[in-house]
């Protein structure tokens, strides 16, 4: 008879077990974007489709579209901008450094950039794979816990963090982040969080979540505060050394704010819900095979409610965290991005397992993503608009 598996013991079973999720998804994820790139027509903005020959190179190349390209730029030639001309298409500034910067560091090893990047997102994708996974064991079962992280790993739009994108290292920081400050070791909090505002503009809002951890933990008290709270600053220290830098490079501090509202063509909530409602009614019909506008929208919406609907369920710093996030994404993002901006938001993933613990909920949710994962990581790969 098998006896019960130790703490140590069952904590290895799960850690293969997501390990074991992590290697699925990630294969089903290539194996779909390889057979679409030699199956299936080009969309209308991938330069060149089918195989090359040589299979390395064709997979390396289902990893980077759109943005890749950006960060692979920055990595080459450094920072372009130009404050009289803030339009022009060469701007890369409001691309933050972190990313390009680990690129380079693993590419000085004799590894293409473009290679360097896909590992870089791959590892992370494990790494925050395995950090949700004991962040939400805190509070959750372990069922629940694995419940979330296969639900992260099967979002519709999960193929972003082996991509050349920021979306599983900023993920990897945050729920680090965060797993330290429950476990009170604020400077680890602070240095993870002042890395995250390095990877993304908004990964300085990480501060007030984790302000709010801080003092929760202390009870509210202000006479239990130490001077570990000093600690948290180190979060907006990541967008201020940037900061300092355009000014210094560029003359101007806010160079990348700048230049992602020329990008996106707006720079507040409202000129993005203009943009969604002209967007619901006329659509490009060449960004894809068919109308993506109420995905946005439902997305959108969804992931408000849920965001909102955390406060009754889970810790109040994972509940402000969700919210602040969905709603910078949504306001300072495309909306066609919304998807890729929401599946870096784990507090949204944690509610989908507690719903999950239904089986037919869990069913269907699981159904629902892997057949929009099968066809958005098909339009991704065949150069469709997948922001």
């Known amino acids: 008879m098998r006896k019960p598996a130790g703490k140590g013991g069952q904590e290895r079973e799960d850690l293969l077990g997501i390990l074991s ?115 939400l064991s805190m509070d959750f079962s372990p069922s629940d816990s694995k419940r979330a992280v296969i639900y992260v790993l099967i979002f519709p739009v999960s193929f972003f963090f082996s991509a050349v994108y920021t979306e599983s290292l900023f993920l990897l920081l945050t729920v680090s982040s965060f797993y330290f400050a429950r476990k009170s070791n604020w400077l680890a909090a602070g240095v993870l969080g002042g890395l995250s505002a390095l990877a993304r503009p908004t990964g300085f809002l990480l501060f007030l979540p984790l302000a709010f951890e801080y003092l929760y933990q202390k009870r509210f008290d202000l006479r239990q505060v130490r001077p570990n709270v000093l600690a948290l600053l180190l979060v907006p220290l990541g967008v201020l050394l940037f900061m300092a830098y355009c000014q210094a490079q560029f003359g101007d501090a806010l160079a990348f704010a700048h230049s992602t509202a020329q990008r996106n063509g707006q720079s507040a909530l409202s000129g993005q819900t203009l943009n969604l409602f002209k967007t619901l009614f006329r659509q490009d019909p060449n960004d894809a095979p068919f109308p993506m506008n109420y995905v946005y929208l439902s997305t959108a919406l969804s992931a408000i409610a849920i965001s909102f609907a955390s406060f009754k369920f889970l810790r109040k710093s994972y509940a402000i965290y969700a919210v602040l996030f969905v709603f910078a994404a949504f306001g300072l993002g495309r909306i066609e991005g919304i998807m890729r901006y929401s599946a870096a938001v784990f507090p949204l993933f944690a509610m989908l397992a507690i719903a999950g613990r239904n089986r037919t909920v869990d069913i269907a949710i699981t159904s629902l993503f892997l057949v929009l994962l099968s066809l958005f990581t098909t339009m991704f790969v065949l150069g469709y608009k997948m922001w």
Do not use: E, H
């Not at 994820?29 to 679409?36: D, P, R, T, Y």
């Not at 089918?50 to 950006?70: E, H, M, T, W």
């Not at 730029?73 to 933050?96: E, H, K, L, M, W």
């Open 21 to 135: 999720m992590f290697l699925i998804s990630r294969g089903a994820i290539l194996l779909i974007g390889f057979i679409a790139l030699g199956t299936i027509a080009q969309g209308p903005y991938l330069l060149s489709s089918g195989y090359s020959g040589d299979a390395l190179q064709d997979i390396i190349k289902i990893s980077g579209r759109f943005d890749s390209g950006v960060y692979l730029t920055i990595v080459r030639d450094g920072y372009i901008y130009n404050p009289a001309n803030i339009a022009d298409p060469s701007t890369n500034v409001a691309f933050f450094p972190l990313y390009p910067l680990l690129i380079w560091l693993l590419g000085s090893t004799g590894l293409s950039y473009k290679a360097a990047a896909a590992i870089i997102s791959n590892l992370c994708a494990l790494g925050f794979s395995f950090m949700l996974f004991k962040l």
